[in-house]
């Protein structure tokens, strides 16, 4: 299991904007659809890695407690599916089905789109405030599989709660681990 951190994307930079295919509903979706009033949580995933599969109840967790006060979600798989076909678009609907994800879950299939958030592993987070500025990048919490500590979105928690209380997102931020996106061979 490769153990490859976040290129922490620098804060304040833009949402680059998107139109990728939901996997959930088979519709064409755009960034400006799907983003919240308040903040954007991106997230860049994918079906069979033991990072994401070690936190997808937190992820789901989180996005119900957070959508409903002004926050968007949007889950993109950006690898390979030639190499990886466990990530292909008709197995993403499934995996979003079984863990009963409540957010667009797109396929990236150009990989462009990663390229342009310098994703570098999934799981891969960023929160974009109200105007789409990067406001967090990183890590969801400090679980790792097999590291004992308890899964509880801590780092992302506390970002999301800064965007209610109108408060500053604390700079200290620590990147995310994960297995590597899985890039085509160019």
């Known amino acids: 299991m490769a153990r490859t951190p976040s290129n922490m994307l620098p804060l304040g930079t833009v949402a680059p904007d998107f139109s990728l295919v939901d996997t959930v509903t088979n519709n064409t979706v755009a960034l400006e659809q799907i983003k919240g009033e308040k903040g954007t949580v991106i997230m860049f995933i994918c079906n069979h890695c033991p990072f994401v599969i070690h936190v997808n109840e937190e992820i789901v967790r989180i996005a119900n407690d957070y959508r409903s006060q002004g926050f968007g979600f949007i889950a993109i798989s950006s690898n390979d599916i030639e190499k990886y076909p466990d990530d292909a678009p008709d197995k993403m ?53 097999g590291n004992g500590i308890p899964v509880n979105g801590r780092d992302l928690r506390e970002a999301l709660d800064a965007v209610l209380r109108n408060s500053k997102v604390s700079d200290l931020q620590k990147p995310s681990i994960g297995c590597n996106i899985k890039w085509k061979e160019q």
Do not use: M
């Open 93 to 145: 609907w499934k995996h979003a089905q079984k863990n009963k994800y409540t957010f667009p879950y797109l396929f990236d299939e150009t990989q462009e789109v990663a390229k342009a958030y310098d994703a570098a592993c999934t799981p891969d987070f960023y929160l974009f405030d109200a105007n789409l500025h990067l406001i967090y990048r990183g890590q969801l919490d400090d679980s790792r599989p």
